[in-house]
């Protein structure tokens, strides 16, 4: 499998977007963004700016799970992470990702220049 390829598991109305099966949840936070977006694009913009923000992590393994639900959409984003790591930091910095105005509207095409 090259750089550039990912798993994306659909199931239960939930798609998942992972580097590495089994998929694992070391560390996550989750939002709901409301919008009408893809799951998968979804998923892979906010995989893009998660792995920006957490890249210092030593094995770091994204994994974004996105699922419909009403009024919008149900993300949970995290990964992997093989060593040690603090978590309550590395959580705080998803949760803020996850809650930027200019992000999510970037994500959901609501963004200047999208």
């Given at each position: 499998?090259?750089?550039?390829?990912?798993?994306?598991?659909?199931?239960?109305?939930?798609?998942?977007?992972?580097?590495r099966?089994?998929?694992?949840?070391?560390?996550?936070?989750?939002?709901?963004?409301?919008?009408?977006?893809g799951?998968?694009?979804?998923?892979?913009?906010?995989?893009?700016?998660?792995?920006?923000?957490?890249?210092?992590?030593?094995?770091?393994?994204?994994?974004?799970?996105?699922?419909?639900?009403?009024?919008?959409?149900?993300?949970?984003?995290?990964?992997?992470?093989?060593?040690?790591?603090?978590?309550?930091?590395?959580?705080?910095?998803?949760?803020?990702?996850?809650?930027?105005?200019?992000?999510?509207?970037?994500?959901?095409?609501?963004?200047?220049?999208?």
């Amino acid at each position: 499998m090259g750089r550039d390829r990912w798993h994306v598991i659909d199931e239960g109305g939930a798609l998942t977007l992972a580097r590495r099966v089994p998929v694992r949840f070391d560390l996550a936070a989750e939002a709901v963004i409301a919008g009408h977006v893809g799951r998968r694009r979804l998923a892979h913009l906010v995989r893009q700016d998660m792995w920006r923000a957490l890249r210092h992590l030593r094995g770091f393994a994204p994994v974004v799970r996105v699922a419909r639900v009403p009024g919008g959409l149900h993300v949970r984003a995290g990964g992997a992470v093989a060593g040690r790591f603090a978590r309550a930091q590395a959580e705080a910095r998803i949760a803020a990702l996850l809650a930027d105005p200019a992000r999510v509207a970037r994500w959901t095409g609501r963004g200047r220049g999208t």
